[in-house]
């Protein structure tokens, strides 16, 4: 048969195809907009699960591999002392930060619709610079990491359009001096992903998905040039995470049903690999926790269902695996310490005990929870160290405080969130400054002190 | 997402969706639960940029393309694997042989890798120009004519009904008879 006769005969079959049959579902505006926040929101919580464990991890910690006790976390919740020099403020940023927050020091750094980056005094809510947006501002991506001085953000690549006339920015990752607002240097990402998988720091380094999307190279942080790169198979994908400054790999085959997941040191320096583990199945990368990563792997065959089981790693490879059966319909869950604090849909808050695979406590969160089909997308609740309170915000401004050891609430108020929309798969944001909440819902940022135990 | 730009996807997935899944129906071979996890995925990406694409259709039509060129992805959504869908038969003429080398050629498409059928049905199905087909996969147009070139190749190897490439082929005969030679 001659190849214009075969290619006629490939192009019946695809015009016989019974597409008729094929109709697309009712709800699939709904499916669409779930799916993509529940990935967003994965994601984003991924980055506060890092940073919630960076914070808290020496303070709640495994205590040295555990005892198989749990390790008290405070008598009680202690009041909050307010940072010096701070007082209650509630200011209005617009372009500044709709994108979000993070507290580094005394200073707010966020990203909004019209700066990738602005620097706002933690104490007073004072704007200090801004680093205008390449063209615009989306999504829920904002300055992710602060470290001698120099601030890690994203932006667009390029202000230009595509030659068909759609604008695709691409991603920028970009070093910003924290005094002045000056932008360092930049480099582009292959993809736009903003998440915590995409750069984060280690030791000496910014370790950031670039060139390809199966690369991590190690960027000096005050030149951005490169110091050395790690590249895995075609068909492999790895997740990433950073224990004390080395970071570490957790890599899986991108098959329906992976056999194994490979968990691989990289040296700092050189890049060099080590294998330090091999854990069944297709694990997923909860976070961190003290000098532990934390996976999540389906148990049995209840894939998709809630009977889970956990394992911490440590630097070393050693690990420990507990079953896990999520409390409800999961909305939001930290690892925090050795606990996984979740918050289902139905309103109930539990913490579990990594180290002793039991759930200490399911109380009611103390906030009125909105449907999952309006707000898919809940603030991550924070955890004071220092109070022993972990607080959670609604989408509404209703705010709780949770005792961290036994689950009572020890705190509850309201902050007005006012009526702005937000982006989509954005939500309001909870953020702390020692003691002091920071409450942000797009432009608008309330700080307060929570009146606990006092 | 403006509360007018999210009207305006809901109203554009109503009017498309159909259209959009049945392309990637034939994108995944057929495979129902890849075809809307690859719809999906593409509508995704639109939503987040939707008040700034100015051609919607085209846009998310690249992406599917694209994507199911490129995919990466962390985790699977798909419960299970669907049967392809078969070739309608036709009534009357088509109703025998023909049907039958469709069938064995549909069952056949779906073994080609997600390169090979993007390039399959943006040159057979959405009868674009090789040069439009390698502007949508970002790709150079020798890599499109290549992988035309390879997926025909495998079909004929998948497909022993459709034959081997014939001797005459390498001399490009004449499927018509010029008009200076018909005067």
């Known amino acids: ?68 006790h749990d390790r008290p976390v405070r008598p009680a919740a202690s009041p909050a002392t307010p940072p010096e020099g701070w007082e209650p403020w509630q200011s209005s940023s617009p372009g500044a930060s709709e994108r979000g927050c993070l507290v580094d020091g005394s200073a707010l750094y966020c990203s909004g619709s019209e700066y990738d980056a602005a620097k ?13 947006v390449n063209r615009e501002g989306d999504g829920i991506d904002h300055p992710f990491a602060v470290r001698d001085g120099v601030v890690y953000a994203y932006r667009n690549h390029t202000a230009e359009n595509a030659p068909d006339g759609d604008y695709a920015g691409g991603t920028d990752l970009m070093a910003v001096d924290a005094d002045t607002g000056d932008v360092l240097w930049k480099v582009e990402m292959p993809q736009d992903d903003r998440t915590a998988q995409a750069a984060m720091l280690i030791d000496g380094a910014v370790l950031a998905n670039t060139p390809s999307v199966r690369t991590m190279s190690a960027l000096d942080p005050l030149t951005g040039k490169e ?5 895995w198979d075609k068909g492999t994908v790895c997740q990433r995470a950073v224990l004390s400054g080395v970071p570490y790999l957790a890599c899986l085959p991108d098959v329906e049903k992976p056999d194994a997941t490979e968990v691989l040191r990289l040296d700092p320096a050189t890049g060099s690999a080590t294998k330090i583990a091999t ?30 089981r956990l394992t911490t790693v440590s630097g070393a490879g050693e690990r420990v695996s507990r079953p896990y059966r999520a409390v409800g ?10 606990r996984l604090i979740s918050v289902s849909w139905q309103g109930k808050a539990s913490a579990y005990s990594l180290t002793t695979g039991k759930t200490l406590w399911t109380r009611p969160v103390g906030v009125e929870l909105p449907s999952q089909e309006t707000m898919p997308r809940l603030p991550s609740p924070m955890v004071s160290a220092g109070q022993g309170v972990v607080y959670f915000l609604s989408p509404t401004g209703d705010l709780s405080g949770l005792d961290l050891r036994t689950g009572e609430q020890v705190w509850r108020d309201h902050v007005d969130l006012g009526k702005e929309r937000l982006p989509f798969g954005g939500s309001p944001q909870l953020l702390l400054y020692e003691d002091a909440l920071v409450v942000r819902n797009g432009s608008t940022i309330v700080s307060l002190l929570p009146r606990v135990g006092g | 997402m403006e509360a007018s730009s999210h009207d305006e996807f809901r109203e554009f997935v109503a009017m498309r969706s159909t259209a959009l899944l049945r392309l990637a129906v034939l994108l995944t071979g057929g495979d129902r639960h890849a075809a809307e ?34 995919r990466w992805r ?49 040159r057979y199905f959405e009868d674009l120009p090789e040069a439009e087909v390698a502007a949508l996969l970002a790709c150079p147009v020798g890599t499109v004519r290549s992988t035309a070139h390879r997926s025909l190749a495998k079909l004929r190897a998948l497909v022993p009904e459709l034959g081997p490439e014939g001797p005459s082929e390498r001399v490009q005969p004449l499927s018509y008879t010029p008009k200076e030679v018909q005067r």
Do not use: C
């Open chain 1, 279 to 308: 854990l069944p199945g297709g694990q997923q990368l909860m976070g961190t926790t003290g000098d532990r990563m934390v996976l999540v792997a389906a148990q049995g065959e209840s894939e998709g269902g809630k009977d889970l």
């Open chain 2, 37 to 70: 996890d690859l719809l999906q995925i593409a509508l995704m990406k639109a939503y987040g940029r939707w008040a700034r694409i100015e051609q919607h259709e085209a846009y998310v039509r690249q992406v599917m393309y694209r994507q199911q060129v490129n």
């Open chain 1, 120 to 132: 706002i005094e933690a104490n007073t809510g004072k704007r200090l610079w801004t680093v205008k």
């Open chain 1, 329 to 338: 319909a999961p909305a939001t869950s930290e690892v925090i310490g050795d």
């Open chain 1, 227 to 231: 110091k050395w790169r790690h590249t």
């Open chain 2, 74 to 122: 962390l985790r699977r959504h798909r419960a299970e694997t669907t049967v392809p869908v078969l070739p309608e038969s036709e009534s009357g003429t088509d109703a025998g042989a023909d049907s039958e080398l469709r069938i064995a050629l549909w069952a056949a498409l779906g073994r080609l890798s997600k390169r090979q059928r993007a390039v399959v049905v943006l």
């Open chain 1, 1 to 68: 048969m001659t190849t214009e006769r075969v290619e006629e005969k490939v192009r019946e079959t695809l015009n016989a195809v019974a597409l008729d049959r094929v109709r697309a579902p009712a709800n699939l505006v709904e499916q669409v907009v779930r799916r993509r926040s529940r990935r967003r929101f994965s994601q984003a919580a991924g980055a506060a699960v890092a940073v919630a464990a960076i914070s808290v991890g020496a303070v709640f910690g495994f205590g040295g591999g555990g005892t198989g």
